[in-house]
C-alpha cells in the first residue's frame, strides 16, 4: 500500500472513532413501547406529533424501542417492565426514568426534572 492511501485509511478511522464516541455521550430519551400498547398510544397521539419540534427534544432526540422486536442498546439501571417507559440516557447509560403515561402536563414536568439531572449542554444546543 502506497502512502497516501495509508493515510486515507488512517484519517477515515479517525474520523470513525470521533463519531462513534460523539455518539456514545450524546443524551438522548429512549422511549420503550410495545405493539398494542394504548398509553403508547395516548403519548403518540398527544405528544409524539410534536415532541421532535421542541427543545426537549434538541436536548434529548427521541429513540424508540419496541421491547416485542428490539434490544434496549444501553445500559439500564433496572428492566423495562411496563409501556411506555421513558428513559433519559446520557453516555449510553440511564440517569432516570418516567414510567408510564398519564397526561402532557406531568409528562413534561417529569421530563424537565430529568434534563435538570443532565450535565449543561453544549453552547448552542
Given at each position: 500500500?502506497t502512502?497516501?492511501p ?30 398494542g ?32 422486536r ?8 433496572e428492566?423495562?417492565r ?37 450535565s ?6
Open positions: 500500500m502512502e497516501k495509508r493515510s486515507l485509511v488512517a484519517v477515515l478511522m479517525a474520523v470513525l472513532v470521533v463519531l462513534l464516541g460523539a455518539q456514545a455521550s450524546a443524551s438522548e430519551l429512549v422511549m420503550f413501547e410495545r405493539d400498547c394504548p398509553w403508547c398510544q395516548r403519548w403518540n397521539k398527544d405528544i409524539g406529533t410534536i415532541y421532535d419540534q421542541t427543545q426537549e427534544a434538541r436536548r434529548l432526540p427521541l429513540r424508540r424501542v419496541n421491547l416485542d428490539q434490544r434496549p442498546g444501553v445500559t439500564l439501571k428492566p423495562v411496563y409501556t411506555p417507559t421513558f428513559v433519559v440516557v446520557d453516555g449510553g447509560a440511564e440517569v432516570g426514568r418516567i414510567t408510564g403515561y398519564i397526561s402532557d402536563d406531568s409528562f413534561w414536568g417529569l421530563l424537565g426534572a430529568l434534563i435538570g439531572k443532565l449543561p449542554a453544549p453552547h448552542g444546543t
